[in-house]
């Protein structure tokens, strides 16, 4: 990365940049939604999203001509957005329990 990104560059890191943090809220959102409701429309918009956001990754990689540790830092975002949420809905159900009356009943409340 030696030389200079130019400014066409630096605007589309900054919306590739904008675009991982939401369509990472999206598949998050998604994710639990599909969860909840036991639907699949919601599992695929979830993938959707995902899918959405690695290639808002690669744009970003491309833009900012990323090379060496930071591919790797970037392997390991594009992980964390993908396990994070499975790992947080198991932490809930876990924490709350996952049968619908359990989740019915607090709602109510």
């Given amino acids: ?3 200079a990104i ?3 560059a630096l605007l589309l ?3 590739a940049g904008a675009a991982i943090v939401l369509l990472g809220a999206f598949y998050a959102l998604f994710f639990a939604l599909g969860r909840l409701h036991a639907s699949s429309r919601f599992a695929v918009a979830a993938m959707t999203s995902y899918t959405l956001l ?3 990754v690669y744009v970003l990689v491309r833009s900012l001509a990323l090379d060496g ?3 790797t830092v ?3 975002m594009l992980a964390g957005y993908f ?3 499975r790992a947080i809905w198991r932490l809930c159900v876990g924490t709350h329990g996952d049968s619908e009356t359990d ?3 607090g709602a109510s409340r």
């Fill in 1 to 3: 990365m030696d030389e």
């Fill in 6 to 8: 130019g400014l066409k």
């Fill in 13 to 15: 890191a900054t919306m």
């Fill in 54 to 56: 690695a290639g808002a």
């Fill in 69 to 71: 540790v930071w591919i």
């Fill in 74 to 76: 970037v392997v390991v």
């Fill in 83 to 85: 396990l994070l949420p």
């Fill in 103 to 105: 989740i019915t009943e």
